[in-house]
């Protein structure tokens, strides 16, 4: 029985990682419309506009390569320029 717990411990972890890491991705079409909306009730100044609009440009291009990860790697730093 004590031969068993380890393996378990590790197989639990393991999903529950895999399980973790899915549900952190999004797919980069709905992180854009997110960033759209924080966009449009924020007042940045034409400094971070200037970052974020090429940030966004880069998201849509990799979301258009389906590049998803990186797609959401570009908006949130949009989002953290817009404090969101």
């Known amino acids: 029985m004590k031969n068993l717990i ?3 411990i590790v197989l639990a ?7 973790a890491a899915q549900a952190a991705n999004v797919p ?3 992180a ?3 960033l ?6 924020a007042k940045p100044s034409d400094a971070d506009k200037a970052k974020i609009s090429e940030l ?3 998201g849509v291009e990799r979301c258009n390569a389906d590049d998803d ?3 959401d790697e ?3 730093q949009a989002m953290k320029i817009l404090g969101k």
């Open 6 to 8: 380890l393996p378990i």
């Open 13 to 19: 972890a393991g999903i529950y990682a895999a399980s």
């Open 28 to 30: 980069c079409e709905e």
């Open 32 to 34: 854009l419309k997110e």
């Open 36 to 41: 759209r909306a924080a966009e449009a009730s």
């Open 56 to 58: 966004e440009a880069k």
């Open 69 to 71: 990860k990186r797609a």
């Open 74 to 76: 570009f908006f949130s």
